[in-house]
């Protein structure tokens, strides 16, 4: 079946604009998490969303947004872009309830900021 | 907070060594995940390892996992070039599973040269 997809997969803004990340989990995965990778921090956690609520959040100031739609599908938007929001930024999904947690990863979307 | 530590972080060995990968974490966990990268990739799920005790083998790599000592470990058997790669270990946040968030290690790089 298929996985993960996150669109775009690249793309550059400038600082100060404002970007949106879309995320369609496996088919049946009600749960999508968003996660950022840089060199320097590694992989951070940012928040999760199940049944169009966000359960949870990481450590990032209030720039950093997300939602879920009916469909399980979610997005995240970072606005005010900052240099050092450029990363890589991964999307999961994973069922709920049972089973072994396990959270499967999209291609991700690299984010250039200049 | 939930701290996880790989180590070591950068590894070259040659083909046909064996060599472990190790994963402390700070806080208890019911289970622990290992996942692999490649450059400009994104995560593969490698094991997912959900009980004390539990070990779980594929082709060249064993992975072991012990929740009283809070420790897991990545065993390479007899490296070949293709195992070259970035390999994370990562906990959830809560017992349970990893939709709530996963907390991950900062990867181990390793490289295998012929």
């Known amino acids: 079946k298929a996985g993960v997809t996150q669109t775009p997969r690249y793309l550059i803004k400038t600082r100060g604009q404002q970007v949106t990340l879309s995320c369609s989990p496996i088919?049946?995965?009600?749960?999508v998490s968003w996660y950022q990778q840089t060199p320097g921090q590694g992989l951070q956690f940012l928040f999760e969303y199940f049944s169009e609520t966000q359960r949870n959040k990481g450590n990032f100031p209030g720039r950093f947004s997300g939602r879920q739609f009916s469909n399980s599908r979610s997005e995240m938007n970072v606005s005010t872009l900052e240099l050092g929001d450029s990363a890589l930024y991964l999307c999961?999904?994973?069922?709920?309830?049972?089973?072994?947690?396990?959270?499967?990863f999209g291609e991700g979307s690299r984010l250039t900021v200049l | 907070e939930l701290k996880v530590e790989q180590n070591p972080l950068f590894l070259s060995m040659q083909e046909g060594k064996n060599y472990t990968i190790y994963c402390n974490y700070s806080t208890t966990s019911d289970r622990l995940y290992w996942y692999r990268q490649d450059p400009g990739k994104s995560l593969e799920s490698l094991f997912v390892?959900?009980?004390?005790?539990a070990v779980k083998q594929e082709g060249r790599l064993m992975a072991s996992l012990d929740t009283k000592a809070r420790l897991s470990t990545l065993h390479i058997t007899a490296a070949v070039h293709d195992l070259s790669a970035t390999y994370f270990c990562?906990?959830?946040?809560?017992?349970?599973?990893?939709?709530?968030?996963?907390?991950f290690g900062k990867g181990t790089h390793l490289i295998i040269q012929p």
């Open positions: 999961a999904s994973t069922t709920i309830g049972g089973g072994p947690g396990e959270l499967f």
């Open positions: 390892l959900l009980s004390n005790g």
């Open positions: 990562a906990v959830p946040h809560q017992l349970g599973g990893g939709a709530d968030g996963l907390t």
């Open positions: 088919s049946g995965h009600r749960s």
